[in-house]
C-alpha cells in the first residue's frame, strides 16, 4: 500500500493549530576554526531554552536525501511533506516566484539573461558583459511594451539582478519542460529550445511559442549592444501538485517575506498573509490570524543569509533576535509548534548544504528528551532521530492527533 | 535485487534458540508532568540492569511509518518481520482472532454487532442500546442454532463484548475484503456489502454470502427488540502471508495469554503453547519447551492495559513484575534475546501512539552502548539507531550467525 494513501485514509479534521517555523538555513557545523560550536550553540536563546524545558522532541532531518544539498525550491517542498523527487519545480518557476510573479495553473516560466551575438549570431559573451541592472530593466521594458502576446499567448517578462530576467508565458495548452535555449558555452549559436518529451504535443506548441518569442525580440534587441541576444533556460510549466488543504485536512497560511517562500507557498495553495517585514510582525500577524487557519508556515531569512555571507556573529545575532521575538507566537500556543531550517547553510562553506537540519516538535505528546536547549549536537540525541524532512508534517499532524489507528 | 530474497539466500541453518520479548506497549513518554521520567525509567530493575551490563545494544524502533500509531495487528506483524503496509489483516479477522477463533485459510471473518431497525429497516441506533453482553450471548446462540450453513459454506457466529460479535464463513472459494454492510449513520438501511476489487469472482461469491446470511438471519431477530438487526463491518479472509518457519529457518512457538496475540502468531504459523497466565509461568514454559523450538515470542500484556487507563504507577509495576520474572528466562539464556513493545501506549495518551519503541538485543555478538540501563532516552543513543520495527527478526538472526556474508 502507498504510504501516502495510508496517511490520508487515516487522517482525521481536528481543531488543531500548527506552526511550522522555518529559520532558512538554520543547521550549522561545529567546526575547529570556529571554536566547536554552531551559530545556533552559541547563540543566547532563553525563550528557546524555555520551550526545550516544557518538553520537545529533538532530531535532525535529511533535506532530500544523504548528502544532497537542496535549493530553497526542494527544501521548501519537502518541508510541506511533498517527495522533492517526485515533485520537482523548475528553475524557471523558481526564478519567476523569486521575482513576486504570481503564476497561475499551466504558465510556462523560464529564467533568462541578456547575451553578447556576433554578426553571425555566435554568444560571445553568455552574460552580456554582466550589465547594469538598471539596462536590464530598461531592455526588459523595451521587450515587455513591444511583445505583449504571441497569438492567444500572454508574454509577462520581468528583470532581475545584472543580467538577469524571466519570461513567462501564459496560455491555452501550454507545457514545459523544453531544453535550453543556450548553448552553454561561447562560440556556438543560440540553442533552439526543443520537448524533453518529443510526445508532448503541448511542449510542441510551447518550443514554438519560444522560437516565435526569439523571432520578435531579437530584432527589437539588434542594436543594443552589449546585450543584443538572450538565453533562456529551465523553461517549465507550474507543476501540477496537490494542494495542502487536500491532503493534510489543514488551511494552511504562509507568513514570509521574501517572494520566493510566499511563490513555493502558494504553489502548494497556502494563503500569502501580506505586509510583514519583521519576525515579531510576522508572529503579530500569526495571532491576528490565529482562528482563520490551522496550519502557519513563518519563515524567518536572515540565518540564511548570513550562513551565505559566512558570517558567524551575524547569524548567531539572528537566532537570538528570533529568540527575542519567540514570546509573541506563545502568547497563542499552537497545539503543535516545529522549529528548524529547510536546509544548513554552515559558515564555514558560505553556502547551503547537505548537512542535517536540527528540528524540535513541541506538543502536549511530544514528550521531554530531557535535552537542556535546542542545538545541532544536543538534537543527534533526541527521540525523533535522523529523519527525512518530507515527514515533518507527519510528525507535526501525529502531535496534533490527526491520525486514526492503522489496522485494529 | 529484493531484499527479502537476499535474506532469504543468505539464511543458514543453526542451533541458535533466539527469544523475542514483548511488552505490549512498552514505549512510553517523559512528560514533565509526570516529571520528565517514563515508567520504564522510574521503574526498579535490576535484572534488566544486569542484562545490560553483560552488554546489550539498544535502540528504537518505528512500528509501521513516521507518525503512524499501529494496532496490534500491524504491531506484531511488524515484529515478526513482515511490511504490515504489504501484509494487512482486515478488522474481521482481527477481530475473530480476539475472541479466540482458530482461523483456517480462506476463512472470511466479519465483525458483526447488533443494531436497532424500525419498521422500513432503516437503522435507528447503530449500536441496539449497547445490550447486555448476556443479551448478545442468547441472541448468538440463537443464530448459531439456526444458521449452521448456508448452500455448502459454515457458518460461526461468537459473541463479543457488549452488541458485538463474529461472524466466519468457512467454505471454497471465499475472498475479501468487501465493503461494509453498514451504512456507518442512522436513518438509512443496512448497506449492502460488495466486492473491493469488482473483478474477483470469489469476492462477489463471498458478497452473495452475505446476502444470503442476512436474508436467514434477520427474520429470526424480527421480534428482538432493541436488537432486531446487525450490522458487517472489515469483511476480509485470513491473509496468505508466508509462514515464519520458511520465511526464517527458525521453528516458532508463541507463549501468549490472551487469543488476540495468539491469534496473530498462528497467522504466521507459530505453535500456539497454551495453559500459560502469568509471566512468571510464560518463562517456565520456556525452559520446558528450550529443546522443541528455535524461536519463542513470549507476549505480556499488562504494559499495555496500564498505558490504555494512563496509569502511570500500575504500569512502573508491570515492568517490575516482568523484570523480577526475568531470571527465569534467563536459566536456560538464548543465543539471542530482543525485549521490546508492538508500540508505545504512552500514559499521556492513554492509547496507542507512533512514538518509537525502546529495544534491546543481547547475545554474544551484541556488543555493549555502555549505557546503564534500558530507557528510552538511552536507547535514543545505542548503536541500533532508529529503525523500522520489521527489521528486528532480522538483527536477530544477524545476533545468531544465521546470515552468511553477502558477497566477495
Redesign the interface.
Known amino acids: ?1 502507498n ?1 501516502d494513501t ?2 490520508s485514509e ?1 487522517t482525521l479534521k481536528t481543531k488543531a493549530k500548527l506552526a511550522l517555523v522555518v529559520l532558512d538555513g538554520l543547521g550549522d557545523l561545529a567546526t575547529i576554526a570556529q571554536g566547536e560550536v554552531t551559530p545556533l550553540e552559541a547563540a543566547n536563546t532563553p525563550n528557546l531554552d524555555r520551550l526545550v ?3 520537545v522532541a529533538q532530531g535532525r532531518m535529511t533535506p532530500v536525501a544523504p548528502g544532497i544539498t537542496p535549493g530553497s525550491g526542494p527544501g521548501h517542498l519537502a518541508l510541506f511533506g511533498y517527495d522533492p523527487l517526485e515533485f520537482q519545480v523548475g528553475r524557471g518557476v523558481i526564478e519567476a516566484l523569486g521575482l513576486g510573479i504570481e503564476l497561475k495553473a499551466g504558465d510556462v516560466a523560464a529564467r533568462a539573461n541578456f547575451c553578447t551575438l556576433d554578426s553571425k549570431g555566435l554568444v560571445t559573451d553568455r552574460r552580456a558583459g554582466r550589465i547594469e541592472t538598471e539596462v536590464c530593466e530598461e531592455l526588459c521594458g523595451l521587450l515587455a511594451r513591444k511583445i505583449r502576446k504571441l497569438g492567444d499567448t500572454e508574454v509577462i517578462i520581468k528583470p532581475g539582478k545584472g543580467h538577469r530576467f524571466v519570461v513567462v508565458f501564459r496560455g491555452k495548452g501550454l507545457e514545459g519542460p523544453l531544453t535550453d535555449a543556450d548553448p552553454h558555452r561561447e562560440g556556438e549559436p543560440i540553442s533552439k529550445a526543443e520537448p524533453v518529451n518529443p510526445k508532448s504535443t503541448k511542449a510542441k506548441k510551447t518550443a514554438k511559442l519560444v522560437a516565435d518569442f526569439y523571432k520578435a525580440a531579437l530584432p527589437v534587441l539588434a542594436k543594443k549592444q552589449p546585450a543584443n541576444g538572450f538565453l533562456m533556460r529551465g523553461i517549465a510549466h507550474q507543476p501540477d501538485i496537490p494542494s495542502f488543504e487536500e491532503r493534510y485536512r489543514l488551511k494552511p497560511a504562509c507568513i514570509a517575506v521574501y517572494p520566493m517562500y510566499k511563490g513555493l507557498a502558494q504553489l502548494v495553495g497556502m494563503t500569502k498573509l501580506e505586509g510583514t517585514h519583521t519576525i515579531d510582525e510576522q508572529f503579530e500577524r500569526y495571532l491576528d490570524e490565529y482562528d482563520n487557519y490551522d496550519f502557519f508556515f513563518i519563515h524567518f531569512k536572515a540565518t540564511d543569509m548570513y550562513g551565505e555571507d559566512g558570517n558567524f556573529e551575524a547569524k548567531k545575532r539572528a537566532i537570538e533576535e528570533f529568540d527575542a521575538a519567540l514570546p509573541i507566537l506563545l502568547k497563542k500556543r499552537p497545539d503543535v509548534i516545529a522549529i528548524t531550517g529547510d536546509h544548513s547553510t554552515p559558515c564555514a562553506l558560505k553556502a547551503h548544504s547537505w548537512h542535517p537540519i536540527p528540528v524540535l516538535i513541541h506538543s ?7 535535552l537542556d536547549r535546542f542545538t545541532e549536537t544536543g538534537a543527534n ?3 525523533l ?3 527525512d524532512a518530507k ?1 515533518l508534517v ?2 507535526m ?2 502531535n496534533a492527533r490527526m ?6
Chains 1, 2 share one sequence.
Open positions: 500500500m504510504l495510508l496517511y487515516l524545558a516544557r518538553g502536549d505528546y511530544s514528550g521531554s528528551d530531557k540525541l533526541g527521540s532521530g535522523i529523519f515527514y507527519r510528525f499532524q501525529a491520525f486514526d489507528k492503522f489496522g485494529a
